[in-house]
């Protein structure tokens, strides 16, 4: 196999830029959705009502979970395919944010938080 067989035509290259990029600015996007999102879950009439401690773990559950996922996914891409991995965490990025979108309360939230953190994780390696 020569190093021409493995070159990707420009438009294919311009589609895999793409995607890459749209995943990362998806994660940039919800970081920052969180942060202007704080006072209205710390609302209790308008909002979830969440403690102080409470939105700190929303906040820290996907630090958390992002950076201890971070080197088991590279391996996973690594093991069964970079593609593959990064469909599985936009999957799961995915049907995070809904949760979390629709949560009912804080301890829902940081849960949903934390699986976006893995799905985060999960998009980075590629």
Request: charged share 10%; glycine share 12%; hydrophobic share 55%.
């Amino acid at each position: 196999m020569t190093v021409r067989d493995l070159s990707f035509s420009h438009s294919r290259q311009r589609r895999v830029l793409s995607v890459l990029v749209l995943s990362a600015v998806l994660i940039w996007i919800d970081t920052t959705i969180l942060g202007i999102a704080l006072e209205h879950l710390a609302d209790p009439r308008h909002g979830l009502g969440a403690t102080p401690g409470e939105l700190q773990w929303a906040v820290g559950s996907y630090a958390l979970l992002f950076a201890t996922a971070l080197f088991a996914a590279g391996a996973l891409g690594d093991r069964y395919g970079h593609r593959t991995i990064l469909v599985a965490g936009l999957a799961a990025f995915g049907a995070a944010s809904v949760w979390a979108a629709w949560a009912g309360d804080a301890t829902s939230l940081i849960l949903a938080r934390g699986l976006m953190g893995v799905g985060g994780a999960m998009i980075m390696p590629t």
